[in-house]
């Protein structure tokens, strides 16, 4: 170690245990070195000591040799072992000996002692012989064996053994912090026997149940592969020596056979979500809730995690028909909405429009002298229910689809949003390069909607328009198709739910004011709505829908509690 080339009290050089390791680092100055307290410190292998005067004060007070022979057990010795149930018969196989008021654990490889470990029988202090090789404890039992128990320390893998299971081996530095960065030293051991551990078939993880054993376990899996490690249960205890104490050698043999397996990303048994599954046969799946159109609730209903995709073919009324319902949930439901309507500017007039949708009345004074103009209260009254509950998303430069998603990523966590529309598609800012496809392109765009409204337990609704037909004279435009939007069949693909808004007679009869609703394709049809159509009829002077009964606004302002609400 170079310490002549330190300038100053504190400095860096090169560290010679990872030079030893060969690690591919070890021409980097990772040791830090200071002068004054005469200390040093690895921070890539953990390598650290003393040096100087105050390395052989040290050496003389902690540093022992490896072939420091011990003492035999003394009674304070065999009590603490009794207290942790292990007996003496363990012991005496496992060569324990005694150095004054510690006990010795042998790291024997073979017939060669190569470490030996120090604990204090009075406190949890441990100290380890100096400059001795990283092994695992009880390394003989674990050779040539197809299972091998991994514990944090000798205490846990004595107590394996106790129940029968010699094949316990333990960590000879216990468990890395879990905040650390650099654990290589923790994990030297396992890696100096690492082909002991590969042609093993099953390794069996006992680590401490808390935040420290919970990394270790996390870093031994990623070094065996999950599907050869099982992890092994405590049932509420800490480690398997606690389990031991209190559930006797029986306890932890049953802990060894319902070990369980590691649970591999991505992949899924019934038993990672049989709680949930009970939970539904006993109170339901979640279903859609109702529209408030109990003619539209047949063919389709509001369900949470699900991506709508609305369409239909340009100024037909999709996006007032959204409208109507996200404000028909805010009133029926005390649901909440965030909306990115670009086209719908400036905001006052998509505002007033949601408010005239509310009241059924007009906000504009050129209707002032006439029985369709609302009164100033009407007018505040519906505006504060609508501040509540609709959130207009409009970033100032980036229409981008991340950009949205941050946004209603915040309106669901901070005010509990239960829905998010995009109005419409063709209004994102896309990234989609030179020549990409645009298929792949929705495709993944649709991906990531869902994904939003699966993580974020929201109803997500896009609008996308559809390819419009040849104009002729006196002829009807056909039904809105779910494979006729504009971009492709991918949007269809993909949805949860296809929704069309149609004006069967726009070309013949442009003053008709039915409107189609139809759902034509329900994925969970059980849970949501049955494909099909349904009549509405859309009426100017109150800018709402209705359908034959007449306007479900009316129906739920018959609610007492919503009529004080609104006081309309």
């Known amino acids: 170690m170079e310490i002549s080339n330190i300038r100053g009290i504190q400095g860096k050089t090169t560290c010679p245990r990872c030079k030893e390791l060969g690690k591919q680092h070890w021409k980097d100055k990772c040791l830090s070195i200071n002068l004054s307290k005469q200390v040093f410190h690895c921070h890539k292998c953990g390598f650290k000591g003393y040096f100087g005067e105050l390395e052989e004060r040290k050496t ?36 324990i000996k005694a150095y004054n008021g510690y006990i010795i654990f042998r790291y024997n490889e073979g017939s060669a002692l190569v470490n030996q470990k120090f604990r204090s029988i009075s406190e949890k202090k441990f100290f380890q ?60 051991c396992i890696k100096n026997c690492f082909d002991i551990f590969e042609q093993a078939e099953t390794i069996y993880l006992s680590m401490d149940q808390d935040p420290n054993g919970l990394r270790l376990q996390k870093e031994l899996i990623k070094m065996f592969t999950p599907e050869k490690c099982k992890i092994i249960n405590y049932n509420g205890c ?74 239909g073919y340009n100024n037909e009324g999709k996006s007032q028909m959204l409208k109507q319902l996200l404000l028909l949930k805010s009133l029926g439901d ?37 029985d369709n103009y609302m009164n100033e209260e009407q007018l505040k009254m519906a505006a504060r229910i609508i501040e509540k509950s609709i959130f207009n998303v409009f970033p100032a430069n980036d229409h981008s689809l991340d950009k949205l998603l941050n946004l209603f990523s915040y309106l669901v966590r901070k005010h509990n949003i239960q829905t998010i529309t995009i109005d419409p598609y063709n209004q994102i800012h896309h990234k989609m390069g030179r020549n990409g496809r645009e298929d792949l392109y929705i495709s993944q765009f649709m991906a990531k909607l869902k994904k939003f409204a699966v993580d974020h337990n929201v109803a997500v609704n896009l609008i996308a328009h ?42 013949t009869i442009p003053t008709d004011t039915l409107v189609k609703f139809m759902s034509q394709k329900i994925k969970k049809q059980k849970l949501t709505g049955i494909p099909g159509s349904t009549d509405l009829y859309f009426e100017r002077k109150t800018n709402r829908y209705n359908n034959n009964d007449g306007s479900p606004f009316e129906e739920i302002l018959k609610n007492p509690e919503q009529k004080s609400i609104t006081n309309f």
């Open 60 to 95: 003389n007070q902690t540093s022992i040799s490896p072939f420091e022979k011990g003492s035999e057990l003394k009674a304070e010795h065999i009590e603490f072992f009794n207290r942790r149930k292990i007996s003496l018969p363990v012991i005496q196989r496992n060569l």
């Open 129 to 188: 012989s100096k400059n001795c090789k990283a092994t695992v404890f009880k390394y003989d039992d674990i050779k040539d064996q197809k299972n091998i128990i991994v514990c944090e320390g000798e205490l846990d893998a004595l107590s394996w053994e106790e129940a029968g299971f010699k094949f316990a081996t333990s960590v000879n530095q216990g468990a890395p912090n879990v905040n650390d960065k650099h654990i290589d030293a923790k994990l030297e």
């Open 238 to 311: 800490k480690d398997a020596n606690e389990l031991l104490i209190k559930g006797g050698v029986k306890a932890l043999q049953s802990a060894f056979q319902n070990a369980y397996d590691v649970k591999v990303e991505g992949i899924f048994r019934c038993s990672d979500v049989l709680d949930e599954v009970m939970h539904h046969y006993k109170n339901s799946q979640p279903r859609g809730t109702t529209t408030y159109f109990k003619n539209i609730d047949e063919c389709w209903t509001w369900r949470l995690g699900e991506l709508n995709l609305w369409t």
């Open 334 to 370: 005390n649901w909440k909405h965030a909306v990115f309507s670009p086209e719908e500017t400036p905001h006052s007039e998509w505002f007033t429009d949601l408010i005239e949708s509310l009241v059924g009345k007009s906000a504009d004074s050129f209707h002032k002298d006439t």
């Open 466 to 507: 559809q390819v419009t037909p040849q104009v002729q004279k006196g002829v009807n435009y056909p039904p809105p198709n779910l494979y006729s939007i504009k971009g492709g069949g991918t949007f269809a693909d993909k949805a949860d739910n296809v929704l069309a808004i149609w004006r069967p007679n726009r070309n």
